[in-house]
Structures are given as C-alpha cells and as structure tokens.
C-alpha cells in the first residue's frame, strides 16, 4: 500500500513539474527564464524548512506521523487535477504567439536603403 501511494504521489510530482517547467519555458522571455527559475528553485529550497518544522512537525505530534503523511501524499496527487480542473487560466494556457527573433547585443542596424530616383 504504502509502495503504491509513493509511486502515485512520485508520479504526479513528475507531471508537475515537467508541466512548470516547460509553461516556465514558454511563456517566460528567454533574456529572464534563468533568473526567474533561480529564484523558483530558491524558494523551493528556502521554504522546505518551514514546510518540515513549521508546519508538519506540529501536525504529525498532534495528529500522528501516519496521518499527516497519508493526507500530504493525497495533497500531492488531488491538488494538481484539482487546479487543473477548476482553473480555466491553466487549462487554456498555450504557446505565446511566436515573436521575431532578438537581434544579438550589439549588432548594428542598417539604415534602409532609399530607391534610386531617375529623372
């Protein structure tokens, strides 16, 4: 039972974040997806802490270790369907239009030229 809950909640974790990454992807310009991935790694890391200590020691003492790990491995596997499947904004959320392609830094734009006039 217990191998069964990990692999669902392993696999769910998975698609999530195969699906964060790759909306992070498309809809961050790429000149800011490094720095707005840090920082989602970084709080990531920074409130795992919080998350351990704060929130599911408290709960395992006064609920049971058992109980609050049942009802965390069934928050990872109900949450995202359950965003998914009340939020529109995801559902709809697609590919950006494509744009034109970002000129190097520093390379020079030439002047158009102007037709010859005949006269």
Not at 14 to 26: K, N, S
Not at 40 to 69: C, I, M, R, S
């Amino acid at each position: 039972m217990v191998l069964a809950a990990a692999a669902a909640a392993g696999a769910c974790l998975e698609l999530t974040e195969v699906c964060w990454g790759a909306t992070l992807a498309q809809q961050i310009p790429p000149d800011r997806l490094s720095r707005i991935a840090s920082y989602d790694q970084f709080g990531g890391l920074a409130l795992t802490p919080l998350g351990e200590v704060g929130v599911a020691g408290p709960l395992a003492a006064a609920f049971g270790t058992a109980a609050v790990l049942t009802a965390g491995g069934a928050l990872i596997v109900v949450l995202p369907v359950l965003l998914i499947a009340v939020l529109p904004e995801i559902r709809r959320l697609g590919a950006p239009a494509p744009s034109q392609p970002a000129e190097p830094a520093g390379a020079r734009r030439e002047p158009p030229q102007q037709p010859a006039v005949s006269g």
